[in-house]
């Protein structure tokens, strides 16, 4: 095994971990297989054991392998999981469930004084009226998080703003067209299936699996469009497994298909990285990003944005080009400034912090 490591390039740890991630989804490490141990692997890449066992941490936690007791680490992840026989969908109480906080508590002062900041710089602009797919600051700052922290490179043009993500819902059935066939995950968010039954398409309803959407109902199913969370799936908490996300990407090969992902909550994943996304994951161009900050910083807070495959930017500026941005452009230049000073980011890792400290034993 020859790794190449870039000790320049920090931090060292995820370079290992997308080898060793690779080398699994390829098939060079089999399912049940025992990966290298953490001093030979340390040796072999002239890196301290600590890093090798902090990649392993993170393969453990997106699902590709697993710790046993006195024995190392073992593959979990098989690539020909999914697509099996119906079974009975068991209780959805697994490891793969996911708990969020109640409350993530921003602070207000520095909302206020952020606020404050913004009206000082830009008070000439305030009363502009917004571009039509949202401020500039606020994309090219969404496009910049997203590269660092989701893993997901996209150009500005590919981002659209709006009020919420039940209003971006309503236009991606618009661009899609209320002739396609729908589905959703069961349970899923309630107004998801509100949203659908309103304009009159047809969906299906996807029981979940302990780890995902059953192989079985997603493969029978005739639905062109999979509107999946794979992070925090709400009201059930189950988050999909490396295997079944993956799946979820075989299944969109075929010509026609499209997934929406709702990545709600992910950025509050105890893991040192959060879940890959099946955006990243993807290299079909036929994966639409969503978001909102209502989790992150406020309920209060109606901002949502979504990312088209290159593919729809056109298509999508031809039929809605024309609409107005349903956020004012205060708030949006007070996000960008949120996210671009760093703030975001430290409340985003402040709050991890004290989940991961609220998760430890004995506490």
């Given at each position: 095994?020859?790794?190449?490591?870039?000790?320049?390039?920090?931090?060292?740890?995820?370079?290992?971990?997308?080898?060793?991630?690779?080398?699994?989804?390829?098939?060079?490490?089999?399912?049940?297989?025992?990966?290298?141990?953490?001093?030979?692997?340390?040796?072999?890449?002239?890196?301290?054991?600590?890093?090798?066992?902090?990649?392993?941490?993170?393969?453990?936690?997106?699902?590709?392998?697993?710790?046993?007791?006195?024995?190392?680490?073992?593959?979990?992840?098989?690539?020909?999981?999914?697509?099996?026989?119906?079974?009975?969908?068991?209780?959805?109480?697994s490891?793969?469930?996911?708990?969020?906080?109640?409350?993530?508590?921003?602070?207000?002062?520095?909302?206020?004084?952020?606020?404050?900041?913004?009206?000082?710089?830009?008070?000439?602009?305030?009363?502009?009226?917004?571009?039509?797919?949202?401020c500039?600051?606020?994309?090219?700052?969404?496009?910049?998080?997203?590269?660092?922290?989701?893993?997901?490179?996209?150009?500005t043009?590919?981002?659209?703003?709006?009020?919420?993500?039940?209003?971006?819902?309503?236009?991606?059935?618009?661009?899609?067209?209320?002739?396609?066939k729908?589905?959703?995950?069961?349970?899923?968010?309630?107004?998801?299936?509100?949203?659908?039954?309103s304009?009159?398409?047809?969906?299906?309803?996807?029981?979940?699996?302990?780890?995902g959407?059953?192989?079985?109902?997603?493969?029978?199913?005739?639905?062109?469009?999979?509107?999946?969370?794979?992070?925090?799936?709400?009201?059930?908490?189950?988050?999909?497994?490396?295997?079944?996300?993956?799946?979820?990407?075989r299944?969109?090969?075929?010509?026609?298909?499209?997934?929406?992902?709702?990545?709600y909550?992910?950025?509050?994943?105890?893991s040192?990285?959060?879940?890959?996304?099946?955006?990243?994951?993807?290299?079909?161009?036929?994966?639409?990003?969503?978001?909102?900050?209502?989790?992150?910083?406020?309920?209060?807070?109606?901002?949502?944005?979504?990312?088209?495959?290159?593919?729809?930017?056109q298509?999508?500026?031809?039929?809605?080009?024309?609409?107005?941005c349903?956020?004012?452009?205060?708030?949006?230049?007070?996000?960008a400034?949120?996210i671009s000073?760093?703030?975001?980011?430290?409340?985003?890792?402040?709050?991890?912090?004290?989940?991961?400290?609220?998760?430890?034993?004995?506490?």
């Amino acid at each position: 095994m020859k790794y190449a490591i870039d000790k320049t390039e920090r931090p060292v740890y995820l370079q290992i971990y997308k080898y060793l991630r690779d080398d699994i989804i390829n098939g060079v490490f089999q399912y049940n297989s025992r990966l290298p141990s953490k001093r030979q692997l340390a040796a072999e890449t002239d890196v301290s054991t600590i890093t090798i066992e902090h990649a392993y941490a993170l393969l453990c936690d997106e699902g590709y392998a697993e710790s046993r007791e006195r024995s190392g680490f073992f593959v979990i992840f098989r690539q020909t999981d999914g697509f099996a026989s119906a079974e009975k969908i068991p209780e959805l109480h697994s490891q793969h469930a996911v708990k969020l906080p109640e409350s993530t508590e921003f602070s207000t002062a520095v909302l206020s004084r952020t606020m404050r900041k913004v009206i000082a710089d830009r008070h000439d602009e305030l009363l502009q009226k917004s571009p039509n797919s949202g401020c500039d600051e606020l994309r090219g700052a969404i496009r910049n998080y997203l590269a660092r922290n989701r893993g997901i490179y996209v150009d500005t043009e590919q981002i659209i703003i709006g009020a919420g993500a039940e209003y971006l819902y309503r236009l991606i059935i618009e661009l899609f067209g209320r002739d396609k066939k729908y589905a959703v995950e069961s349970p899923c968010y309630e107004k998801i299936e509100q949203i659908y039954r309103s304009v009159g398409v047809e969906y299906e309803l996807l029981p979940l699996n302990d780890d995902g959407i059953d192989s079985a109902a997603l493969s029978g199913s005739g639905t062109e469009i999979l509107h999946t969370t794979p992070f925090c799936s709400y009201p059930s908490g189950i988050t999909a497994s490396a295997s079944k996300r993956h799946e979820y990407i075989r299944w969109s090969e075929k010509p026609g298909r499209f997934i929406i992902e709702s990545d709600y909550g992910s950025e509050f994943s105890v893991s040192s990285k959060p879940m890959e996304t099946l955006f990243a994951l993807s290299d079909k161009d036929n994966v639409l990003y969503m978001n909102t900050f209502s989790r992150t910083i406020s309920p209060a807070v109606r901002i949502g944005y979504m990312v088209l495959p290159k593919r729809l930017v056109q298509p999508f500026q031809d039929s809605f080009g024309f609409y107005s941005c349903t956020v004012s452009a205060f708030e949006q230049y007070v996000l960008a400034e949120l996210i671009s000073s760093g703030v975001f980011e430290r409340h985003i890792n402040r709050v991890r912090r004290n989940i991961r400290k609220a998760n430890e034993p004995g506490i």
